[in-house]
């Protein structure tokens, strides 16, 4: 899968495997550059593989701009593929459950302190945040629904989605919860998936078979792993990581035409929506239900219909940038949103992991 | 204590098991700046200071966050149960697992019970004060 991807993206830049010298693969698909480079045949002169989680992807767009500003390489390849459901791998919350489920390491640090307690990972850190969030601003289970019903009616124009039948909010909040106030709903999809992302310098992509688009600005930031250590639950990394990458970009949330944020879990766009700023802090969760996000909406998010409609394969950060990508090019089909200039995507990895990345027209 | 039988071969965290052990729930003491911190590291977050002592916590606790784990993920807990965050009076912050009848929100004070492990020291866990 990584294989097919990488050559259709290369093939739309006008590029070859043998004209890839830069490296960038996270880990949790089907192996590091190391091993994702013996296979293409690659042997990168500037390669990562940073354990950022579903947040590698927009972070390797920030690094590999570097690297490529930096001349350290020339062409860029960012890449991932996993067979999650094929394989039965996502393991702390199998749908059976049962014993064989838990084979824990007792001596890390989030062994001996946090997940000895019997918490799912990642759900369950993401309903602490959630109950924190309904706790401090008084977000409801209806506004969390907000963001599943919107992802599945994007999801219903998406011809790959996983999943395309209608939902309402009632759907959703009668599905079954399994870490309160977090319900089966609220949650991304486990599904195989991949994909290839291409960079060059601007001088190069101008002779890419498809369009280019442009990298205005990408940031990184990342709070800590274990949820005790994170102070406020509330804010996410993209309170840090979104300003800088608008600086960057010299843009503003109110220029921004089509947003992918990462919807691991619903709660984790009412906090992407208040992070990047698009609405204050504490408000994403009347924003989420003033109906901005579906389609027709005044911020078209999670136009593929996200992770927990169309496709979350353990780690869907590089989805995020391709969905940007075709919206920029015009190439999304039913699900086109007219005249994008500017497209951002922000992804997250564990519960503090946060990378912005913003697109526009080449 | 030999080393082979430093709990989890983790020398940092000994102090913390051989506490609970004897039912005590340590964290650590900067003696520079006197700011607590858990889990224990060989300096002090807070002002840099490298002297630091294990003090023995009071127990006592706010709930900063709770969520109830409807599924069953390890053969040890049965759900429904109830994970919590919860801010010692010292300052630190746990994972822990709210016991007993009474049932926490979030902003609800708590204190320390103990929950008997097999082949481990005993676990600290938290039940709702009155």
Request: proline share 7%; net charge negative; glycine share 12%.
């Amino acid at each position: 899968m990584v294989a097919l991807a990488a050559r259709e993206a290369l093939d739309e830049a006008g590029l070859t495997l043998r004209d890839v010298d830069g490296l960038f693969v996270n880990y949790m698909g089907e192996g590091g550059t190391v091993q994702v480079g013996e296979y293409l045949g690659i042997g990168p002169r500037y390669s990562d593989s940073s354990d950022l989680g579903g947040a590698a992807f927009e972070a390797f767009i920030h690094h590999g701009m570097v690297a490529l500003a930096a001349e350290r390489c020339d062409v860029a390849l960012i890449c991932y593929a996993s067979r999650q459901r094929t394989k039965k791998s996502r393991r702390m919350l199998p749908p059976s459950g049962g014993s064989d489920s838990y084979a824990p390491d007792r001596t890390s640090l989030t062994d001996q302190l946090h997940t000895t307690y019997g918490i799912p990972s990642p759900i369950g850190d993401f309903a602490l945040i959630a109950a924190r969030h309904m706790h401090q601003y008084g977000t409801t289970p209806e506004q969390l629904a907000e963001v599943a019903v919107a992802a599945r009616r994007w999801a219903e124009l998406n011809p790959k989605a996983f999943m395309r039948k209608p939902i309402t909010i009632a759907d959703v909040t009668a599905s079954p919860l399994i870490a309160d106030p977090l319900r089966r709903l609220d949650c991304c999809l486990v599904t195989d998936g991949g994909g290839a992302v291409v960079m060059t310098r601007g001088d190069r992509a101008r002779d890419a078979r498809k369009k280019p688009v442009r990298v205005l600005g990408a940031a990184e930031y990342h709070g800590g792993w274990n949820p005790p250590q994170m102070g406020d639950l509330t804010v996410s990394a993209g309170s840090e990581s979104g300003p800088e990458a608008f600086a960057m970009a010299g843009v503003s949330p109110n220029d921004v035409d089509v947003f992918e944020p990462y919807d691991a879990f619903t709660i984790s766009i009412v906090m992407a929506v208040e992070d990047l700023g698009f609405c204050k802090k504490g408000e994403g969760g009347a924003f989420v239900s003033e109906g901005h996000l579906g389609p027709g909406g005044a911020l078209p998010s999670m136009t593929s219909g996200g992770g927990l409609s169309y496709c979350h394969p353990g780690a869907r950060g590089l989805l995020l940038l391709i969905e940007a990508v075709r919206q920029i090019r015009g190439e999304a089909g039913e699900r086109q949103v007219k005249d994008v200039e500017v497209a951002v995507a922000h992804g997250i990895g564990g519960c503090s992991i946060g990378s912005t990345v913003v697109l526009g027209r080449g | 204590m030999a080393e082979a039988e430093i709990p989890y071969g983790d020398a940092l965290m000994a102090p913390f098991w051989e506490g609970a052990s004897k039912r005590e729930l340590r964290v650590q003491r900067c003696l520079g700046c006197g700011e607590h911190q858990f889990y224990p590291r060989p300096f002090c977050l807070a002002c840099g200071s490298g002297s630091l002592t294990w003090i023995v916590s009071s127990g006592r606790a706010t709930v900063y966050s709770l969520t109830t784990v409807r599924r069953a993920i390890a053969p040890e807990w049965t759900p429904p149960y109830v994970v919590a965050l919860v801010d010692l009076d010292e300052g630190p912050r746990l994972t822990t697992v709210i016991v007993g009848e009474k049932p926490a929100s979030i902003g609800d004070r708590v204190r320390l019970a103990w929950r008997e492990r097999e082949g481990l020291p005993p676990l600290p866990v938290f039940e709702r004060e009155e």
